[in-house]
């Protein structure tokens, strides 16, 4: 069945560091890749998403780029801040409801 | 919209006891997921509903775990009797479409069961 694989936690970063969280899927077909957030106590909010193969999914200085030939759909910012510190899960969807991998808890000190 | 609205935020019972579990899902949205979170699962899909009606529930561990969805606006997720090991937080997510959208998901019920 499809599946999702995330880089393993916790990654602790400073501020302003440059942040990738590496995320891998198999599927069948053409799913559409999704990245979401989890704050404390919060249920998972929506932070970008990419429906086609090259497309970039972008949202408050996140980025994701949806890589067909590597089956990847690794998570970017280029600075990241404190109020970013969560845990983020990459999922897809292709004929099925939202597969998640495990998730990466980010903790960014100042 | 106040976005998908779950309750109770916290629940702690006994062993034994009937859990049950409500959801109000975004008005407009005509699917309905019920996921379960644990530190050593991860995400867990329990059940989803498409206009009402339940289209897949072998995520459902056991017999004690039952889902209803008697409306487009309400939906319940029910143990019966709880254990210890369905610890756990509980998320209820709706959408338009089951599968190319993004879910709106609820704050969860974080279930003890002592």
């Known amino acids: 069945g499809d599946s999702v694989t995330q880089m393993e936690g916790p990654v602790t970063l400073s501020e302003e560091a440059f942040l990738t969280i590496n995320c891998t899927y198999t599927?069948?077909?053409?799913?559409?890749l999704f990245w979401y957030v989890q704050y404390p106590g919060e249920g998972l909010q929506l932070l970008l998403k990419?429906?086609?193969?090259?497309d970039k999914g972008s949202n408050k200085g996140f980025e994701a780029t949806y890589r067909k030939e590597t089956t990847s759909f690794h998570l970017e910012k280029g600075s990241v801040q404190v109020s970013d510190s969560a845990v983020y899960f990459c999922?897809?969807?292709?004929?099925?409801?939202?597969?998640f991998g495990k998730g990466t808890r980010l903790s960014v000190i100042a | 919209d106040a976005g998908v609205i779950q309750s109770p935020r916290h629940e702690v019972t006994e062993m034994g006891q009937e859990v049950t579990l409500r959801c109000k899902p975004i008005s407009g949205h005509n699917s309905l997921f019920w996921y379960r979170q644990t530190m050593m699962r991860g995400l867990e899909l329990l059940i989803y509903f498409n206009n009402n009606v339940p289209i897949d529930d072998s995520g459902m561990p056991e017999d004690r775990f039952s889902a209803k969805m008697p409306n487009a606006s309400f939906s319940t997720l029910k143990i019966q009797p709880s254990e210890p090991r369905d610890s756990a937080v509980y998320f209820c997510a709706s959408s338009l479409g089951a599968t190319a959208q993004g879910y709106t998901f609820g704050s969860g019920t974080r279930l003890t069961v002592v």
């Open positions: 999922a897809l969807t292709g004929n099925t409801p939202l597969v």
């Open positions: 599927a069948t077909g053409y799913p559409s």
């Open positions: 990419a429906t086609k193969a090259d």
